[in-house]
């Protein structure tokens, strides 16, 4: 069995959401204001949102933070608090992440 690679401090989440019916080009439109700021963030190397072609009411995050202080940061930001929390996460159905490490 193969040992998990310690040296390698990066954290990978993904997310998933589901919006409430209706509200998927305001959603839309609040990730698109929030990427960019996402992305630009020091502890971030890797941030990406995916809206599903054929249900678009669906979409799937992928973000490669520096480690668990970056992940922290990132959810402490005005742009995380006001967008997310305050803007989107009002629209969901349902919401899920996850934490990977690489291996």
Do not use: C
Not at 51 to 60: H, T, V
């Amino acid at each position: 069995m193969a040992a998990t690679d310690n040296t390698n401090p990066n954290l990978v989440v993904t997310a998933f959401w589901e919006v409430n019916s209706g509200e998927e080009g305001a959603v839309a439109e609040l990730l698109k204001d929030f990427l960019p700021k996402a992305q630009g963030e020091p502890g971030v190397k890797e941030f990406q949102i995916h809206q599903n072609i054929s249900k678009p009411q669906e979409f799937f995050f992928y973000e490669v933070f520096a480690g668990e202080a970056a992940f922290a940061d990132h959810q402490q930001t005005d742009h995380f608090k006001n967008i997310i929390v305050g803007q989107a996460i009002p629209k969901l159905a349902k919401r899920e992440r996850q934490q990977f490490r690489f291996i």
